[in-house]
Each structure stands twice: as structure tokens, then as C-alpha cells.
């Protein structure tokens, strides 16, 4: 029997109405990871790798008498460095039943999950090879970081010397933990400087008379900003133009993207990971990111202990600084 409405039927009334929920889910955190996209990648086959850097002889005068007997002999050896494979793992569980509805935004909940636990690895990856980490053989494994490896490094005003031996076990200046948080806090006894055009440039000199060359400054978005104040108003620096013949568009550009130093250019490359109180310039041709053969963010199943499917995501990784002296780093920077 048909309903008589007195007024106008109106969707709070109606039945059957079917929900619209959208097959895009909106993810708000970022999963770029300029450092680990930028080196090499490659596979190593131990927990424990070693390679070999060749440095020549320091250039200097060299001028012998003819027909002169050779008496000495100058043998130039090479430099054996080590690192180590950490492990970087997430884990996830998925019912049985939400693995077989109808789910929006995804087909299968556990495939979405391996996804997601993926790219959190990889952020992961990206913060640990940036902040202070020495390596060791202790469990859990851990592989030595940036700041472990260059030896280049502009610690506001002047060098850093002494402790710093640059082959992956131990930090520059004196490495102590001050805030008793288990981290080396290796420049606590530095005076905070604000990021310069200058310290860019004995960095990148530094590098350069090593042999090396950076083509990226790693930053974080607060030394971003500095980088570009430091650079569109430096005494000595050239702002290129472009002159049109016809009128265009107007384009306003509020931050400098590349350098052109007296050594090279780098560029500009902000890091959401990166600390905020320093910068390193890194020539990628010379740092490889390095992972056991099938542990490359890898999907692996677990035995199913109930009604879920359960898995977890792992990369065994590190990195082989082929070339140390090639980069540079500029420490105790004001973040204000």
C-alpha cells in the first residue's frame, strides 16, 4: 500500500540512499627520499663488505738527471675500508574477513599494507643514512651513516680534526652523548653559525682538492630557506635573467635551486629527513646504497597463527663510500 507525504520527500526520509565513499585514499605524508634516489644502488653478498680506494701520490716537483740510477722506489698502496648491513623491518597482520570484503581505495587489505609498510621502510632508510650512526657488528647491526664517512667537514668557522678518521666508526669533534639520549652529540662544543655562501665554498674546496666534486647540497626545509637567502643576495654572486621580446606571464621564483660555486655547481635538494642543523654536499657518483641479494624491500609471509594473513617488509642495507674525501659537510648551523 502506497504512503501518502504531505510535504516534500526529502533524503533524511529516503531508504536506500547508497553511501559514496571515495576509491582514492589521500595520503598526506611524503615518501620522497631525495639521497636514496640520487646514489647508485647495488647488491653485496656479506653482512660485512670491504672495498678499496686508490689515492695517488701528492703532486709535487719532479725533476731527474739524465741517465741518473734508480736508487728508491715509490709505491703507492691502497685504502681498505669496511661497512655493514643493517636491517630495517615492518611488520603487519590482516584478517581473513577484511581480507575478503569489498574494500574502497584498495582490492586486497594486505597487499595495500605491504605497500604502505614499504614506503615507511624507505623513509626509514632515508633519516637513519642522514643523523649520526657509527657502524657496528653488535646486534642489532648497524651501518655507518654520512656523517661517520666525510671528512671534509666545515664545523662553522673551522675544520673539525683529531677524532674523526672517516671510515664509518666514529663521528667528527669530540663524541659525546650530552643529552644522555644513547647518540653521539658530536657538536655540542661547536660555536652555531648561520649557513653561508662562504662555508658553502670552502666546503666545496675542500672536496674539490681531495678529488671530488658535490652536485647536491642535501637540506633541511629550514636550511633550505637560509641557502636561498644566503645566495640571491651574496656579495659576488650573479643572478641569471631572461629577457623576452614579447610580453609573458609574470613568474615569481623565491628560492635558488643551483649554485654555481668557483668548483663546480650543486643543487639545491631539500630533505623532509635531514637535520636542521647542518647541510652535506654529496657528489652521488661516489656512494653507493647497497642491499643482500633478494632484501631489497623485500615482501615476505609469515605462517598464519589464526584467522589473518600475516607478512612483514625488510631491506638489509648500506652504504659504500667509494670515494670519502669526495663530499663535504657543514655542521653547528643556526636554525633560527
Same mark, same amino acid.
Given at each position: 500500500?502506497?504512503?501518502?507525504?504531505?510535504?516534500?520527500?526529502k533524503?533524511?526520509?529516503?531508504?536506500?540512499?547508497?553511501?559514496?565513499?571515495?576509491?582514492?585514499?589521500?595520503?598526506?605524508?611524503?615518501?620522497?627520499?631525495?639521497?636514496?634516489?640520487a646514489?647508485?644502488? +647495488?647488491t653485496?653478498?656479506?653482512?660485512?663488505? %670491504?672495498?678499496?680506494?686508490?689515492?695517488? /701520490?701528492? $703532486?709535487? &716537483?719532479? @725533476?731527474? =738527471?739524465?741517465?741518473?740510477?734508480?736508487?728508491?722506489?715509490?709505491?703507492?698502496?691502497?685504502?681498505?675500508?669496511?661497512?655493514?648491513?643493517?636491517?630495517?623491518?615492518?611488520?603487519?597482520?590482516v584478517?581473513?574477513?577484511?581480507?575478503?570484503?569489498?574494500?574502497?581505495?584498495?582490492?586486497?587489505?594486505s597487499?595495500?599494507?605491504?605497500?604502505?609498510?614499504?614506503?615507511?621502510?624507505?623513509?626509514?632508510?632515508?633519516?637513519t643514512?642522514?643523523?649520526d650512526?657509527?657502524?657496528?657488528?653488535?646486534?642489532?647491526?648497524?651501518?655507518?651513516?654520512?656523517?661517520?664517512?666525510?671528512?671534509?667537514?666545515?664545523?662553522?668557522?673551522?675544520?673539525i680534526?683529531g677524532?674523526?678518521?672517516?671510515?664509518?666508526?666514529?663521528?667528527? +669533534?669530540?663524541?659525546?652523548?650530552s643529552?644522555? %639520549?644513547?647518540?653521539?652529540?658530536?657538536? /655540542?662544543? $661547536?660555536? &652555531?653559525? @648561520?649557513? =653561508?655562501?662562504?662555508?658553502?665554498?670552502?666546503a666545496?674546496?675542500?672536496?674539490?682538492?681531495?678529488?671530488?666534486?658535490?652536485?647536491?647540497?642535501?637540506?633541511?626545509p629550514?636550511?633550505?630557506?637560509?641557502?636561498?637567502?644566503?645566495?640571491?643576495?651574496?656579495?659576488?654572486?650573479?643572478?641569471?635573467?631572461?629577457?623576452?621580446?614579447?610580453?609573458?606571464?609574470?613568474?615569481?621564483?623565491?628560492?635558488?635551486?643551483?649554485?654555481?660555486?668557483?668548483?663546480?655547481?650543486?643543487?639545491?635538494?631539500?630533505?623532509?629527513f635531514?637535520?636542521?642543523?647542518?647541510?652535506y654536499?654529496?657528489?652521488?657518483?661516489?656512494?653507493?646504497?647497497v642491499?643482500?641479494p633478494?632484501?631489497?624491500?623485500?615482501?615476505?609471509?609469515?605462517?598464519?597463527?589464526?584467522?589473518?594473513?600475516?607478512?612483514?617488509?625488510?631491506?638489509?642495507?648500506?652504504?659504500?663510500?667509494? &670515494?670519502?674525501?669526495?663530499h663535504?659537510?657543514?655542521?653547528?648551523?643556526?636554525?633560527?
Open positions: 500500500m502506497a504512503t501518502t507525504v504531505s510535504t516534500e520527500y533524503t533524511s526520509a529516503a531508504v536506500g540512499a547508497r553511501e559514496d565513499l571515495s576509491d582514492i585514499i589521500a595520503r598526506i605524508d611524503p615518501s620522497e627520499v631525495p639521497l636514496h634516489s646514489v647508485k644502488k +647495488g653485496r653478498n656479506a653482512i660485512s663488505f %670491504d672495498w678499496q680506494v686508490q689515492e695517488l /701520490a701528492t $703532486a709535487g &716537483a719532479n @725533476a731527474q =738527471s739524465e741517465g741518473g740510477e734508480i736508487t728508491s722506489y715509490e709505491q703507492t698502496t691502497t685504502d681498505r675500508f669496511q661497512n655493514h648491513m643493517q636491517i630495517s623491518r615492518k611488520a603487519f597482520a584478517s581473513g574477513t577484511l581480507d575478503a570484503i569489498s574494500t574502497a581505495g584498495r582490492a586486497r587489505e597487499a595495500y599494507q605491504s605497500v604502505l609498510k614499504g614506503l615507511e621502510i624507505r623513509r626509514d632508510v632515508e633519516f643514512m642522514l643523523h650512526q657509527v657502524k657496528s657488528l653488535s646486534d642489532p647491526r648497524k651501518a655507518g651513516t654520512l656523517s661517520s664517512w666525510i671528512t671534509n667537514v666545515v664545523n662553522a668557522a673551522d675544520f680534526s677524532t674523526h678518521n672517516g671510515d664509518g666508526s666514529t663521528l667528527p +669533534g669530540a663524541a659525546t652523548d643529552n644522555s %639520549d644513547g647518540i653521539a652529540d658530536a657538536f /655540542a662544543a $661547536a660555536t &652555531a653559525e @648561520a649557513l =653561508s655562501v662562504d662555508k658553502i665554498d670552502t666545496m674546496q675542500a672536496a674539490f682538492e681531495d678529488g671530488g666534486k658535490p652536485t647536491m647540497i642535501l637540506l633541511s629550514t636550511q633550505k630557506k637560509k641557502f636561498s637567502d644566503a645566495t640571491e643576495g651574496a656579495t659576488g654572486t650573479v643572478n641569471n635573467q631572461i629577457n623576452y621580446s614579447a610580453p609573458q606571464e609574470v613568474t615569481s621564483v623565491g628560492a635558488v635551486s643551483v649554485y654555481l660555486s668557483d668548483f663546480g655547481g650543486v643543487e639545491a635538494v631539500v630533505d623532509r635531514a637535520p636542521n642543523d647542518r647541510a654536499l654529496i657528489d652521488p657518483e661516489h656512494v653507493e646504497f642491499t643482500l633478494g632484501r631489497n624491500f623485500a615482501t615476505q609471509d609469515l605462517a598464519n597463527d589464526g584467522d589473518r594473513d600475516r607478512g612483514f617488509v625488510v631491506c638489509e642495507w648500506s652504504m659504500e663510500f667509494k &670515494a670519502p674525501k669526495a663535504a659537510a657543514l655542521y653547528s648551523l643556526t636554525t633560527s
